[in-house]
């Protein structure tokens, strides 16, 4: 089965580069005129991947850096988070899954679970207004910083030893996993969320990085490539995270291997902090119009 898990996740995934590329030579020329140095993207996408492999939100951290550089804008930020991390997060998941051992009906029943809520979330949210997505976005950023605060006070739990769950613990796993599919396409990630639900149900903590991984590289490609379809997404960005990504994942499997989080933690909460109030702030500022939600 988990073969099959692995074959299944380039499949999908590489599907899903072929609609990208097959997108992105078709407006090249386009792409190319977005905002955003090649040589800035290439660094920063190791970098974000990097990180990202260890657990750190690249959703949030993506967040702070495109709004105050105005690299994307508050429309196509929840399709861009979700295209530029889909092939990296194929490599993580790749890893993870083929040297962490995991109960197999709890992995499949989770990645289920996300790709359904992953699926049903990108009609709404093209159809969302800016100032909606800007309110989702700062609460989405409140919630990253609220696990990683928690983690760090534990006051969240912090796991147990099992390596899967059955039962009400396993349908209550199913409805989250569910809801943060959903949550992705508007721009929050799903990492912190299902860690603190995976640690919260007594499972071993390392196995959060499977379930987070694979329910992730299954449901964010579906939901991505309807962001493809409709346009609304940086095509400039996600070419170059595709491509450099890659790297920052693999120097963080095979090389570093482990990572002392503490500062990194503190800086990350502090800047996601910061972008949410701004965010909060702007829009309370700006003058009430009759603009839909």
Known sequence: MVSILLILIVVVNGFFGFIFFKDFIKNKNEAFKEKGNGLFLSIWSIVLYFLSTFGISDFALSTVLYRKSGLVTDKKLPGTLNTQCVIPVAIMALSYISVIKVDVLTLILCIISQMIGAYLGPRFVV???????RRFMSIGLIIAAFFILAGKFNILPSGGNETGLRGIKLIIAMISLFVFGALNNIGIGSYAPTMAVIYALGLNPGIAFPIMMGACTFSVPLGSIEFVRLGEYSRKITFFTSI??????????????????EMVQWIVVAVILYTAISMILEELKKPKTKQNI
């Open 127 to 133: 159809k969302l207004s800016e100032k909606a997505i």
């Open 244 to 261: 450099f990504g890659i790297i920052g994942v693999l120097i963080a499997v095979f090389i570093v291997k482990s990572l002392n989080l």
